[in-house]
Each structure stands twice: as structure tokens, then as C-alpha cells.
């Protein structure tokens, strides 16, 4: 399984942005995806994750201004971010899941900027 992300850039506060992370190769709608985030001296951090049920996740932080939607025939996820906060500078990485056998796989991440 191989994610490609796109979608990031420099972002005033208060503006929005839309991260999309594609699945290609074995990609399977059973897995679980999700949106990282990581910045220097930081543990990765989950942003956002959807199930293959559809159920959704959120970190604290970003409650009520971000959201996670998925196209499970395309195997695409999207993060819609509103309402950015310098706080949510960032590389966004997308996740892919697979719990029946542990399988995990990383895209290459996305620079997200949001100025002051």
C-alpha cells in the first residue's frame, strides 16, 4: 500500500485548508486511516482518524474545526481544516491501518504553516 498526501501550505490564522491522502496499490476499504501531525521535538501526534465503519476520532485540539471524510470506492481520505491556529503548524502524515494483521503504512507528509 503506498499514500500519497497533498493539500498542505502557508495559511494565515483563522484560515482554512483541505489535506487529501490517496491509497494505491493493495489499499483495502476494511482498513482504518487517519491524519498525524508532527512537528520538531514533538511526538507524533493523532489528529483525526475514520474506521471503516465511518466512525471518526478526534484529538482535543482540534474538535469542532477539523473533519475527517473518506471515499471508500476510491480509497481517498480528506482532512477539511478550519479556523487554523499557528499551534497547527505542522507535517500532516496519513495513516493506513490494517488490524487484522497489524499492517501500517505512512505517507510522506504534508507541510501545513498557519502564519500569526
Known amino acids: 500500500v503506498q499514500l500519497q498526501a497533498s493539500g498542505g501550505g502557508l495559511v494565515q490564522t483563522g484560515g482554512s485548508l483541505r489535506l487529501s491522502c490517496a491509497a494505491s496499490g493493495r489499499a483495502s476499504s476494511l482498513a482504518s486511516m487517519a491524519w498525524y501531525r508532527q512537528t520538531p521535538g514533538k511526538q507524533r501526534e493523532m489528529v483525526a482518524q475514520?474506521?471503516?465503519?465511518?466512525?471518526?476520532n478526534y484529538a482535543d485540539s482540534v474538535k469542532g474545526r477539523f473533519t475527517i471524510s473518506r471515499d471508500y470506492i476510491k480509497n481517498t481520505i480528506q482532512l477539511q481544516m478550519n479556523s487554523l491556529r499557528p499551534e497547527d503548524t505542522a507535517v500532516y502524515l496519513c495513516n493506513y491501518h490494517l488490524s487484522c494483521n497489524g499492517f501500517d503504512a505512512w505517507g510522506q507528509g504534508t507541510l501545513v504553516t498557519v502564519s500569526s
Open positions: 475514520i474506521d471503516r465503519d465511518g466512525s471518526t
